[in-house]
């Protein structure tokens, strides 16, 4: 019964996952004339030897085991949960032991000749060197993982753009010939929009007639007083021509006999051409607002007869 109860226990050596105690690991070793010493233990840290002139090193933590192995003259990571062997150069080494350490690793140093084995026989003669770092294989996983949903994201776009392509590109189409109309409704506006604002202005000077007609009949100009100005210039442009003659004749005397002064035309046409260059802009510009004004103010009085 003693037996039967003792065949039913667990052990602690093994267990159906396929762990192995570090007894079972160091009994197996021996078998090749191998010994396992803890790395941190008082008896090899007198000892004071530099990790790169150990040849293995065995790694544990809970139920997980790796070994960290010198190939050739190169030390390598063999950790299976790595998607490869990781290179470790000489300098790091010692770090990288003290790092496993902290993780809570404990590791133990081979002491004996290891087998040979054809990865050592190779790199012995070449040297290799390692562009990337392997990842762990659960790390790869998800970075598979990640692209690929990000990839069916994408086609998903893709396919829903494939189908709007041509209403993309008539709306830019749109887009455009709004803003070139907006340009074209803003460049052909100014002229309307002085025209509203002259006639803005006259509605305000309506709507107070009575003060408009105190502030103007000072300062602007009436019809009547405009054309009374119109007469007194032609009126002093004759006196000109008059002199400029009487000068002429009385200076070349001679001339007149054989070459008879053509007297300037005086009509009213160019008369009144002289008279558009001589007014200013603003005087002319006055003189409309104030014909404008007395308009709308001769309109105001039909209305208010009526």
Not at 12 to 32: E, H, P, R, T, Y
Not at 177 to 200: K, N, V
Not at 284 to 302: G, H, I, P, Y
Request: contains cysteine; aromatic residues 6%.
């Amino acid at each position: 019964m003693e037996s039967i109860f003792h065949e039913k226990q667990p052990s602690g050596n093994m267990d159906d996952s396929g762990f192995f105690s570090i007894q079972v690991i160091s009994n197996a070793l021996k078998v090749w004339g191998l010994e396992l010493i803890l790395f941190n233990s008082p008896e090899y840290q007198r000892l004071r030897i530099d990790p790169i002139n150990e040849r293995s090193f065995i790694c544990n933590y809970k139920e997980h085991w790796f070994t960290v192995r010198k190939l050739g003259k190169q030390w390598f990571n063999l950790n299976s949960l790595l998607t490869g062997p990781e290179l470790i150069s000489d300098t790091y080494l010692a770090l990288f032991l003290a790092q496993l350490q902290q993780e809570g690793y404990s590791i133990f140093v081979v002491k004996g000749d290891l087998p040979d084995c054809e990865a050592d026989q190779l790199l012995q003669m070449i040297r290799v060197q390692q562009m990337h770092r392997p990842k762990l294989i659960g790390e790869e996983l998800a970075q598979l993982k990640e692209q690929r949903v990000h990839k069916t994201d994408l086609e998903r776009v893709l396919e829903a753009n494939d189908g709007s392509g041509m209403l993309d590109e008539d709306e830019e189409d749109l887009q455009r010939a709004l803003a070139l109309s907006r340009q074209e409704i803003d460049m052909e506006d100014e002229e309307a929009d002085l025209r509203r604002a002259i006639q803005l202005s006259m509605q305000g000077s309506s709507r107070n007639i009575s003060q408009d007609m105190t502030q103007t009949s000072g300062t602007n100009l009436t019809s009547e007083e405009l054309r009374k100005r119109r007469e007194a210039y032609f009126e002093k442009q004759q006196q000109k021509q008059q002199q400029q003659q009487q000068q002429q004749q009385q200076g070349d005397l001679s001339g007149q006999s054989s070459h008879p002064c053509e007297r300037p035309a005086t009509s009213s046409g160019a008369l009144g051409s002289d008279l558009g260059d001589a007014m200013s802009e603003e005087d002319m510009l006055q003189a409309a607002v104030t014909m404008s004004l007395e308009t709308v103010r001769n309109d105001l009085k039909t209305e208010g007869k009526k």
